[in-house]
């Protein structure tokens, strides 16, 4: 997600780094960062911050890692979780790639991807967040029966996913092809998903893990 660049950003993130990392000074160090043994999920590109600010309000028995590369992004994730005073809620500035150096192996108990970018062009293939290149970063995060629940508008997008996950040995369910016709309950929208949901496009939705559960 793109915005006009901020260049207040970055002291604004430093400003509250009790809630939001922009160096590397939180490598290794997410357990402690929330000092308890709560499982961690983890949102991969969290965009405007609706998904994982309200899942993090629903569920404050688990804690939760927004990831958003972009800074100027970022601030709206931490101005929402500061004015609600989630308290489970962490937030990294980071590329999905380095995850493995954040991460300790099995850390992780759930990893969101919530409309990522399709990147569409057959050569930006690599870039794709469900491609083998990030299945294997996952894989090394995730417990044993870890889970990778992942939502797109992006009909080729999930077509390359679901072949990617399958190809990669992954266990795939709840496969879903129009979440919106009978919406689930728990299901928490980001703004994106209003957004494309309100134009006619289908959400389409899986969950993956890398054993037998």
């Known amino acids: 997600m793109r915005m006009r660049n901020k260049p207040w950003a970055e002291d604004f993130l430093l400003a ?5 990392s922009i160096d590397e000074a939180r490598k290794g160090q997410m357990r402690e960062w929330f000092n308890n043994d709560r499982p961690i999920h983890i949102e991969v590109g969290s965009g405007m911050g609706r998904f994982i600010t309200e899942m993090a309000k629903a569920h404050p028995d688990i804690n939760y890692i927004g990831i958003e590369r972009d800074k100027n992004v970022m601030i709206r ?3 929402k979780a500061v004015e ?6 962490r937030l990294l500035t980071l590329d999905a790639e380095h995850l493995a150096d954040y991460f300790s192996p099995g850390e992780v108990d759930r990893v969101y991807l919530n409309f990522s970018d399709p990147w569409p062009k057959t050569r930006h293939a690599k870039r794709r967040l469900t491609h083998e290149n990030f299945l294997k970063l996952y894989e090394i995060i995730l417990k044993e029966d870890g889970e ?3 939502k797109t508008d992006n009909q080729h997008l999930f077509e390359f996913s679901l072949e990617s996950m399958s190809q990669y040995g992954m266990k795939l369910k709840n496969i879903n092809l129009d979440l919106h016709t009978e919406e689930p309950q728990d299901n928490i929208r980001t703004e994106y998903e209003d957004k494309f949901s309100n134009k006619g496009f289908r959400i389409n939705r899986l969950e993956a893990t890398f054993q037998d559960c």
């Open 16 to 20: 509250h780094a009790e809630i939001v």
């Open 148 to 150: 990778v629940h992942f």
């Open 77 to 79: 994730i931490v101005e």
């Open 84 to 89: 609600q005073q989630i308290s489970n809620l």
